[in-house]
């Protein structure tokens, strides 16, 4: 096996690009996954019946089936019908960009979704009885309790499912996409040089999950500050004079 | 403060769990500034009572007024009564102050966002009034440094003690507290105590349930007893602890001495 | 062995496609038949995916490629042809009647698909890639979609496939727009590097074009001579 | 099942990801022990390769490691064997491919879900199988590895469904899976919507059973909570 | 029983872990048929020591012989002893059985499948002999209805009992018992005592680590008190519990009644 080192840096720009557009499609369908796991979420801790059954089916389907067939539904599938391609949703669904947006969001929010749901769950009752008790209504509860301890604590697996999002982006390559697997793909497709492309590839998309990682840490560090706080006295403890036993508080 | 205005009160509360009756027809009257501590065996009802009054729990049956003002109460799905009105619930909530025995601070706030967060986000009260307010409480509780701290680097008594002033803040005209010490090492229940007794002395009205007999003989003006869901006997303390009338508080005395 | 593999795709019409018994049928398909008949070989014909058909037949997967596989400087590199069994020239489609000029200026700024890996994308990447948006397929079949979709305003094809497909159902409402770009593209057999595979199959090729066994294969397919 | 006459294909794509899946899980676990092995040895190579395996497998898309090991898992291997002095073609099938892609990936989170499951298990249940005189690997294999699957097990099902689902990437490569085939049928019936949505609902089937399968199997790992037999 | 023949013999053990010296030579020999408990503070060593005798725990230094023969042992990599012969140490810790404190009863296998897994897999006994045995020794132990049970199905008594009967199944030349009723609640401990008077009434060879000071007392040919590591007094019962020479072995004597 012998290896062209020298095409890895002469197509670099182009993986690099990729890899902006890799970037950009974990972000975007990450944000609107999130804006709708919220409230499935909400609705698969509700204690109503139906409420709960909803996202479950919605739920099932997307965590059931492989995200390749996901996307070549929104992609392909909805395509064979006319009324789609002359309805006002053409123009989004028209672009293989979105298409890939659509399948993506639909999936990570069914997967955070669940993640959401159990962390609601964890919260200790009393939590949700103490803001019951000071008399917060419903909608007050849940934005300034229930939804910032959940995401609090959803937040480390929230990283995991995020760095499954950038490994299944990879499959934005199959509908025409140039993100970094896409543009792998099309650079070795003509070089014949799979094996160093790939590797390339590879690397660059190893650093991406350390990036990703790393901000998810930083996150936690600020979100949950509560866990990592460090006792430290007012400054007035700190300033040798007030601490002064003389001196009267 | 006129000694014989009503501040809350309970008519004929009933509640059961599926089969299992636990308050069976409890009323209820504390007027301004009454101290009223709720003895009474595990599992004769206190905490279910106290949870009724503020609707932590449905009653089954009975009527609940927070000074004059009559709960709307209509009946539930599965039978237990729930409020008619929602907003009016939410008001009378903020009207009794609830202190847990398991704290139940909120871990993601620092000590001063737990008190001022009903006040602002409830009340409405100006962030910069209700932060002068809460350093008031702190203060009055002892805990005036640790304003900026998490509730998970406090000790169980200081839990307690923040628990109190969260509640205070919203300028209750009741408080309730459920066994505020009994999740606390004995070393600690003595800070907490040691704050309860001053609200007393302030004249606030509270009722407690509680298993410090001592802290119920000094500090109470009425003692309930709570006896299978029903009150066995109540009266001032010297009476309660000194001659009761009742077999059973007897003997529950002088179990608990 | 004496036995030779031989690599199609299976998804190029009327070339090499699979029918709804799964078996591969189609222009290579009966050739490959036809000169291993010739060359009196056991032959066994498999599908694979067109982005990776040269890589398998350097990991040795299969023995040669009979997949409509235009011979070029850049696969000579890597693999060597046997000489021309066809020859190609590309065309635009478009919609019938979409008036879209087939030059530099008329497309530019319009959507211009391809199979990836093939003359056509090259071609479109080398000579319009700055004017147009050029989008690659896996499959020419999904290429065929997008168009029908609308999400192409032309496809750059070979030409014959095109032609095939143009006289379906589905093609009913496209055609052919333009002049053939004819970049001297010929369809040869690949093989390995130094393989002497490649030297008997182009002794085969001219033996069946010579005996009318060729011409015989060409009818079935176009009324024209693609050789 | 007809579907235009092309639901056999369908079928015989449903049966591949059926033998693709069990034979990726079934190679997967091996390297998953191993690797779980490794990672818990005192030897500091073992361990550091573990790691280096996991972290690099996890860290790939699978649709990559696809692509990477089928087009490169033969020059590899032959590059291997270049050293040991054999020269001749190492044959590495679609199918061989594809398992080995999905199990070297299934292997790198059972790894894991098999660490976890050897930490779990309490130290006195080695002593005690050594202190009756038991060797080291037959009180692994009697006494500890049957413990294993039991807490292993949960973690492992929810492996095999993401390997279920992951057989779809397969089809990229050119194997006649359930997803390669619709894309056949597609291409001559140019419906694939339709055709799409019956390879979802035959995930959605693989994976319902994929579940009863790992709670029966979780009964089975855990004799005690059967119930008492006497 | 030949009462002169020795069964175990420990020679100047040693053992630490990292900076923390445990053991600090210790010398022992227990004959056919002896009864010796191991009394000593928490932290002296007790454990540690028992651990050392199979090897559960790599001594620093010392010897140990079993019946005559002697377990060859070699420096490893982290300065400690270790076996020299894999094999030899195998069948030698198959004549020596060990009673843990919190059973470690395979929780996969029946009580029956608990039992005959030893004998089987290392004795090579044929199956149908084993079973026989262990029926025997579950009648013994009192347990031969729970036979088919699972470990997590029995009390803490019935699991120690079956503990027993495992390590008897092996029908080791000694048997060492680590605090083997510590873990239960006081009213099983009685079970398990009886079955290891039994036990010693049979003439056993044991070394026991208990805490049971009126076990230790009754039962005992040899009592041995440990401190800080090294043998700090050794004698019968009698003169042990009577009148012990060391300060040290008073104090714990008088704190221990
Ligand atoms: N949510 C519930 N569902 C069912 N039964 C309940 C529930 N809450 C309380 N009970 C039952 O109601 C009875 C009274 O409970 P409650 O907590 O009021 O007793 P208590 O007087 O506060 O006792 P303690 O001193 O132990 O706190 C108990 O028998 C309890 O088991
Ligand atoms: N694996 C270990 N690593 C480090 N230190 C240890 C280890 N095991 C025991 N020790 C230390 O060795 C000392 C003796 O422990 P050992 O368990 O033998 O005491 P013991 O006499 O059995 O006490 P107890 O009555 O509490 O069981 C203790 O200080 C203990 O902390
Ligand atoms: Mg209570
Ligand atoms: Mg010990």
Known sequence: MSWEWGVIWQYLPRLLEGAWLTLELVLVSGLIGIALAIPLALMRASDNYWVKALPFLYIYFFRGTPLLVQIFLVYYGASQFDIIRESILWPVLKEAYWCAIIAFSLNTAAYSAELFRSAIQAIPVGELEAAEAVGMNR??????????????????????????????????????????????????????????????????????????????????????????????????????QLRDPHIDR | ????????????????????????????????????????????????????INLLENPSQGQILVGQEELQLKPGKDGNLIAANRKQLEQMRSRIGFVFQSFNLWPHKTILENIIEAPVQVLKQPKAEAIARAEQLLEKVGLADKRNAYPDNLSGGQKQRVAIARTLAMDPQVLLFDEPTSALDPELVNEVLAVMKGLADEGRTMLIVTHEMRFARDVSSQVVFLHEGQIEEMGPPEQMFNNPKSQRVQDFMSSHR | ??????????????????????????????????????????????????????????????????????????????????????????????????????????????????????????????????????????????AYLDLQAGRLDALLSDKFPAFDWLRTEEGAGYAFTGEDIDINDEIGIAVRKGDALSGKFSTAIKAIVADGTYAKINEKYFPFSIY | MDLQGFGHLLISGTWITIQLAIASLLVGLVFGLMGAAAKLSDNRIARWLATGYTTLVRGLPELLLVLAIYFGGAQILMWIAGWFGYDEFIEVGQFTAGVAALSIAFGAYATEVFRMAMLAIPKGQWEAGLACGMSKPRTFFRIILPQVWRLAIPGLGNLFQVLLKDTALVSVVGLNDIMRQSQVAISSTKEPFTFFMVAALIYLLLTAAATSFTMLMERMSNPAARGNRS
């Open chain 1, 139 to 240: 909608s007050l509860q849940i934005r300034r309790i229930v939804l910032p301890r959940a995401f609090g604590i959803a937040l480390p697996a929230y990283g995991n499912e995020v760095i499954l999002m950038l490994k299944g982006s990879a499959l934005a390559s199959t509908i025409t996409l140039l993100d970094l697997t896409g543009a792998a793909r099309t650079i070795s497709a003509r070089s014949y040089t799979n094996m160093e492309m790939y590797l390339a590839a590879g690397v660059i998309y190893l650093a991406i999950s350390a990036l990703i990682i790393g901000l998810f840490r930083f996150m936690e560090y600020r979100f949950n500050r509560y866990q990592y706080y460090n006792h430290v006295d007012t400054p007035k403890d700190l300033d040798p």
């Open chain 2, 1 to 52: 403060m006129a000694s014989a205005q009503t501040a809350l009160e309970l008519k004929d509360i009933h509640k059961s769990f599926g089969d299992l009756k636990v308050l069976k027809g409890v009323s209820l009257t504390a007027n301004d500034g009454d101290v009223i501590s709720i003895l009474g065996s595990s599992g004769s009802g206190k905490s279910t009572l106290l949870r009724c």
């Open chain 3, 1 to 142: 062995g004496d036995k030779i593999r031989i690599a199609t795709e299976g998804a190029y019409a009327p070339f090499n496609m699979v029918d709804s018994n799964g078996e591969l049928i189609g222009f290579d398909v009966e050739i490959a038949k036809a000169l291993c008949a010739e060359m009196k070989a056991d032959c066994e014909i498999v599908a694979q995916d067109w982005d990776g058909i040269i890589p398998g037949l350097r990991a040795r997967k299969y023995d040669a490629i009979i997949a409509s596989m235009s011979i070029t400087e850049e696969r000579l590199r890597v693999v060597d042809f046997s000489e021309k069994y066809y020859s190609n020239v590309l065309a635009y489609v478009t919609k019938d009647g979409s008036n879209i000029e087939v030059t530099k200026a008329g497309l530019k700024g319009k959507t211009v698909g391809a199979q990836r890996a093939t003359i056509a994308g090259q071609f479109l990447e080398d000579n319009l890639g700055d004017v147009v948006d050029v989008k690659l397929y896996d499959t020419q079949d999904n």
